[in-house]
């Protein structure tokens, strides 16, 4: 008897409604006193390849220049706490994740969803979000439920992988996926040019995808998981005072590098032993461009290869585990009436520090 094959049928997007990243840049630039360290805070946005990305707080500038928001968010006096900061993720995060399944799907209620899986690291709230959505999305109350809280980048991968389980085991299971971060609620008021350069890269989004045996879309074959020794400290993740405090070590690009040079000569790797030009797509979490950069290193890829996650970088930024899948829903997006089966691996890497992954199949 066959295995059954999950496949990601569909995926919607949705971000919220306004542009911050030129309003970070000066924002940012502002804080630092030092004008050698402003210059070199403005080379590093001009390599970061992010053009825009997106948050519910609404830019504004004050009439002295200062940069805060309509809210008064990150305001001129104290910024929230992180009590305050949960209270506007679970005043926001609902409409975003039902913004995302609407372009997956208007009439999500006639797909007769059976599982719902909801991944995210940003925020907190009980009733949880997934309980949020079941209710405002017209979900049958027996949806079984599963939350995926606090991976970080590397989400999808975990809840894509528990999708092609379910599916794998009940046949006949209809699995609704979303990835949801708001990481705009997490900057910290700090004049570190580190912690700045790491506020540079992110931003908020919602991904919805349907996982069923249907064959149609992309087909889901096979997932590994990796830890690199030596990295617990190389990306971290802390729930602060005022909010969660991200910290990316500069040494991550490095050992991702040389994690997948390794990765190149092993068997039940990563790559299960192929070369990679035997992979046609290449779905890799824009965690950055330095992290693209190593992974091109690393596995020795073609320029261009990274295209679809350079573009969701360029156009979103890091929005953490809805990243990945706004590069998959590019690929369907992106993919020939027709065209022959292309075989594809996708890659995330996040706290451990650790990289997931699985191989796939995008269906003409």
Not at 10 to 34: C, E, K, Y
Not at 99 to 121: M, W, Y
Not at 309 to 318: K, P, T, W
Request: hydrophobic share 45%; proline share 4%.
């Amino acid at each position: 008897m066959n295995a059954v094959t999950a496949h990601i049928n569909r995926i919607g997007t949705a971000n919220p409604p306004h542009g911050v990243h030129d309003a970070f840049l000066r924002f940012a630039s502002a804080s630092l006193a030092d004008e050698k360290t402003r210059k070199l805070f403005g080379r590093m946005v001009e390599r970061s390849g992010i053009e825009q990305r997106f948050s519910f707080l609404e830019p504004v500038t004050l009439l002295d220049g200062t940069v805060t928001d309509r809210d008064d968010f990150y305001g001129t006096g104290e910024w929230p706490g992180t009590a305050r900061r949960m209270e506007r993720y679970a005043s926001d995060a609902p409409g975003l994740a039902l913004e995302a399944i609407r372009a997956l799907d208007p009439d999500i209620a006639a797909q007769g969803i059976t599982h719902l899986i909801v991944a995210s690291c940003t925020g907190f709230m009980a009733p949880g979000l997934d309980q949020v959505v079941i209710e405002r999305a017209g979900l049958d109350p027996r949806t079984e439920r599963t939350v995926v809280g606090f991976m970080g980048c590397y989400a999808a991968v975990n809840s894509l992988r528990l999708a092609h389980h379910i599916v794998r085991s009940t046949p006949q299971a209809r699995v609704l996926v979303i990835t949801l971060e708001l990481c705009t609620l997490h900057f910290q008021r700090t004049v570190d040019l580190g912690k700045l350069l790491s506020m540079l890269l992110f931003g908020d989004g919602a991904a919805a995808a349907l996982v069923t045996a249907e064959a149609q879309g992309i087909a889901l074959r096979d997932f590994r998981a990796a830890t690199i020794s030596g990295t617990a400290d190389a990306i971290t993740w802390d729930i602060g005072d005022q909010g969660f405090d991200m910290h990316l070590g500069g040494e991550v690009p490095a050992r991702i590098t040389e994690a997948l040079r390794r990765e190149r000569d092993m068997t039940d790797g990563l790559l299960r032993g192929q070369m990679p030009a035997e992979f046609s797509l290449w779905a890799v979490h824009a965690g950055g461009r330095t992290i693209l950069d190593a992974v091109e290193q690393g596995l020795c890829l073609p320029e261009g290869t990274l295209e679809p996650s350079r573009a969701v970088l360029r156009e979103f930024g890091n929005m953490s585990s809805a990243t990945l899948m706004f590069i998959l829903a590019r690929m369907l997006a992106q993919r020939g009436q027709g065209q022959a089966p292309q075989p594809g691996i996708a890659m995330a890497f996040g706290p451990g520090m650790a990289a997931e992954g699985f191989r796939f199949t995008l269906l003409g």
